[in-house]
């Protein structure tokens, strides 16, 4: 199977069944045995679902019935991104998305008389999907209105940000190296880098890599994780001996900070998931760390011994809204719907997991998401119910005060989108 029809069976798996491009990617990719094959059909999946909405406004114009065939639509929507977004030669990217439609005569016919014409009439397509909003952001309409609402004065730089590629951020591991020290490695590794602005083990690629290129990863020495992201270790202040606990920790890149950052006596990583437990695993082996974990669900705590915590972080399930530049599946197959559910279940979590820590302990909320239902709304919804919650206040060079806790933005100092709030029980 050619790379395009690749390409094209990912993108029906997440628009037309739901599915993730993260689990779409896993499912697909491993079959391909050429690296240049591989990188060539993730590039095109992030581009169609990057821009997904502009390119679908302009193959609606340019298809005089909708197309029923998902593989042959997502192979047009793939031409249409060549076209458009890549240095692939029209010529090429013509011929070679036609050829991918195989033995589908009247597939093959449209899908060249649909891209030869997009060749012809392009500034008055492009003129008239950018005539709407959502099209020239490429946002669902639904997700336009919550972001203007939220952030009147931003929400074009947003939605600028969510559509620009992310930086490969790294988290440097300081058991087994300093910052600088990792960063004369990868220099001697002919890898251009340079220290992050703000979280203080971060460094970033000037151009991705696959992470097996990368000096020491096997052996722990560096992790994959945003700025934005290595920010919550530091502000949960974990000390020599805390007993500390990490909901919804899957897939354990905090866990793994946590343990790299301080000494606790112990610390226990809870997701819901079984599956996902075993990338927790992994990502504790390869740095040499150790953590008690389980199964079991956060706003359930069933699985809880008793012995209460010095310190918890609530790593909370959320829209992702911060993090579309690195998923931009998150824009389509999340629904207006979705978001008050994960407020409620935000909200279960926050109330299972206050009668865990210990009196004049710290519970840090944190998500990925820019939406104030779930950030600065969740915690003063918490504080209401609960008496004995102090807010403490999250001061900080980066991000910005909120009523509540402290927001990031994306593309804000290159970061993630990222919200925290740090919580403090009363000794009461």
């Given amino acids: 199977m050619s790379s395009r029809a690749v390409a094209a069976a990912i993108l029906v798996r997440v628009l037309a069944d739901g599915r993730s491009l993260t689990a779409a990617l896993e499912e697909s990719l491993p079959a391909m045995p050429k690296e240049a094959d591989r990188a060539f059909v993730q590039n095109l999946a992030f581009g169609v679902l990057r821009w997904h909405g502009r390119l679908d406004a302009i193959l609606r114009r340019l298809a005089a019935k909708p197309i029923r065939d998902e593989q042959v639509r997502m192979l047009a929507l793939l031409g249409l991104y060549q076209l458009e977004y890549t240095r692939v030669k029209p010529y090429a990217a013509v011929a070679e998305t036609v050829a991918a439609a195989g033995r589908k005569d009247w597939a093959r016919s449209l899908l060249n008389g649909v891209l030869r014409n997009y060749q012809r009439r392009r500034e008055e397509l492009l003129a008239a999907a950018d005539a709407g909003e959502a099209a020239r952001h490429a946002h669902p309409e639904w997700l336009l209105e919550r972001l203007r609402a939220d952030w009147p004065g931003d929400y074009?730089?947003?939605?600028e940000a969510a559509n620009r590629q992310a930086p490969l951020t790294l988290r440097v591991n300081r058991r087994r190296c300093g910052r600088n020290d990792y960063l004369a490695r990868l220099a001697q590794a002919g890898i251009e880098a340079a220290p992050a602005q703000t979280a203080l083990d971060g460094v970033i690629l000037a151009q991705p890599q696959g992470v097996e290129k990368l000096p020491g990863f096997a052996e722990g020495w560096v992790s994959v994780q945003d700025e934005a992201a290595q920010l919550a270790a530091p502000l949960l202040e974990v000390a020599?001996?805390?007993?500390?606990?990490?909901?919804?920790?899957?897939?354990?890149?905090?866990?793994?900070?946590?343990?790299?950052?301080?000494?606790?006596?112990?610390?226990?990583?809870?997701?819901?998931?079984?599956?996902?437990?075993?990338?927790?695993?992994?990502?504790l082996a390869r740095a040499g760390l150790r953590a008690t974990v389980v199964a079991g669900d956060a706003a359930q705590p069933g699985w809880w011994d008793g012995t209460g915590f010095d310190r918890i972080l609530v790593d909370a399930p959320c829209s992702a809204t911060g993090v579309i530049r690195r998923h931009p599946d998150i824009k389509w197959l999340r629904q207006p719907g979705d978001i008050a559910n994960l407020a409620r279940q935000q909200a279960r979590i926050l109330d299972a997991a206050w009668p865990l820590l210990n009196r004049a302990g710290k519970l840090l909320y944190a998500t990925c998401s820019i939406l104030r239902e779930e950030n600065d709304a969740q915690i003063a919804a918490f504080l209401q119910r609960h008496p004995d919650a102090r807010e403490e206040p999250v001061d900080a060079g980066w991000g910005r005060a909120m009523p509540h806790g402290r927001q990031i933005l994306t593309g804000a100092d290159g970061m993630d989108g990222f919200y925290y709030a740090r919580l403090v029980k009363e000794p009461g």
């Fill in 240 to 283: 020599a001996g805390h007993r500390v606990l990490d909901l919804c920790a899957a897939p354990g890149g905090k866990t793994v900070h946590l343990l790299e950052t301080a000494e606790p006596g112990e610390l226990v990583a809870v997701d819901i998931e079984p599956a996902r437990l075993a990338r927790i695993e992994a990502n």
């Fill in 156 to 159: 074009p730089a947003l939605l």
